[in-house]
């Protein structure tokens, strides 16, 4: 995830100026690049307790699994996950298991799309 267009920056920001209003209406935005939909999106549709929410509840290294489960490496790098899952681990499920009518992985380029989704699928956790 850190590698996607736009995480690396909001994660930078949040980590030097903690979740303004500002970086909080750039992670919306981000989600729906990324994923087709925002954290309001979704929220509207999909109520915090549904059971497919199951990762909220999760600590952060069963959390951590969960996403890898799921091909997705949600961490820094450096095995802390990124801040900026706050805002798009909703979206993100939305687009991996379908759950939202509009999620998808809306990356701009189709191509770039499959191969991240490729490269989500080989991925390979190293816990």
Same mark, same amino acid.
């Given at each position: ?39 309001? !999106? $979704?929220? /509207? ?8 929410? +199951?990762? *909220? ?5 069963? @959390? ?8 997705? !490496? $949600?961490? /820094? ?8 899952? +706050?805002? *798009? ?5 939305? @687009? ?32």
């Amino acid at each position: 995830m850190r590698d996607q267009s736009g995480v690396g920056p909001l994660e930078w920001e949040v980590e030097q100026h903690g979740w303004t209003e500002d970086l909080v209406e750039r992670a919306h935005d981000l989600a729906e690049d990324l994923f087709g939909v925002s954290e309001l !999106d $979704v929220e /509207d549709d999909i109520a915090l307790d549904d059971p497919r929410y +199951e990762f *909220l509840k999760l600590m952060r290294d069963e @959390a951590d699994e969960y996403w890898a489960r799921l091909g997705w !490496d $949600v961490t /820094d790098g450096e095995g802390k996950q990124l801040r900026v899952m +706050e805002y *798009l681990s909703r979206p993100l499920l939305c @687009a991996v298991k379908r759950l939202h009518p509009d999620a998808k992985l809306a990356m701009a380029d189709d191509a770039w799309a499959a191969s991240l989704e490729a490269d989500a699928k080989r991925f390979k956790a190293s816990r």
